[in-house]
């Protein structure tokens, strides 16, 4: 069964500080991977998505890199701002299915 | 950019009532839907596929008789939470699959407190 765990849990930083957020995952087998945003009480937004054959994807101050051999992935943001505060969850998708499966989540705060 | 929607945003009931949740594709066809639970500050956790003119497909552990979801067009999808009980409160999220995307498009989420 897909486990997938994001560390860490909670993480608060001053304004322009550069994070990276970890994600792992148990089973090798992924069809792609995905970070979203969510903000308090709201769905998810999509910030980028990795496919199985691909190491990293990039788009503006976010990068996020795939290494499916050793079951991890980083969201790597630079120069953080106010605005990047929210939940962050990766999930990886199910191969054959158009299923997501949701790691446990980072809530970042950032502040001024 | 593709749209979902739902609706309510947030509904109370009391205990033992049923309420049901709409999942809309605005601006594109979906085949399929998905519903998703989250509980506060955990993550999501998928209950079930909803296929448009078929069966969903409820994943282990979510009863189907209490969770009727019912996909009657491609632009919708609804979730029945029946005889709902407190601990069924909840955040009700559904997502979709627009043609030819390999992203889901997410709901805004539905509150369900049951007292």
């Known amino acids: 069964k897909q486990e997938v765990t994001q560390i860490p849990a909670a993480l608060s930083v001053p304004e322009g500080e550069n994070l990276v957020l970890n994600c792992s995952f148990t089973d090798s087998a992924i069809y792609n991977l995905q970070w979203f945003r969510q903000d308090p009480g709201k769905g998810l937004t999509s910030l980028l998505l990795i496919q199985s054959s691909q190491r990293e994807q990039t788009s503006g101050r976010l990068n996020a890199s795939l290494d499916k051999s050793s079951g991890r992935s980083t969201l790597y943001i630079a120069a953080s701002q106010p605005g990047d505060s929210a939940t962050y969850l990766c999930a990886v998708g199910v191969y054959n299915t158009d299923k997501l499966i949701f790691g446990t989540g980072t809530r970042l705060q950032v502040f001024p | 950019g593709a749209v979902v929607s739902q609706h309510p945003s947030r509904v109370i009931c009391k205990s033992g009532t049923s309420v049901k949740i709409e999942c809309r594709s605005l601006d594109f066809q979906a085949t399929t839907m998905f519903w998703y639970r989250q509980f506060p500050k955990q993550s999501l956790m998928l209950m079930a596929t909803s296929n448009e003119g078929s069966k969903a497909t409820y994943e282990q552990g979510v009863e189907k008789d209490k969770f009727l979801i019912n996909h009657a067009s491609l632009t919708l999808s609804t979730l029945t939470v029946t005889s709902a009980h407190p601990e069924d409160s909840s955040f009700y999220i559904c997502?979709?699959?627009?043609?030819?995307?390999?992203?889901?498009?997410f709901g805004p989420g539905t509150r369900l407190l049951v007292l």
């Open positions: 997502s979709a699959d627009p043609p030819y995307q390999e992203t889901q498009y």
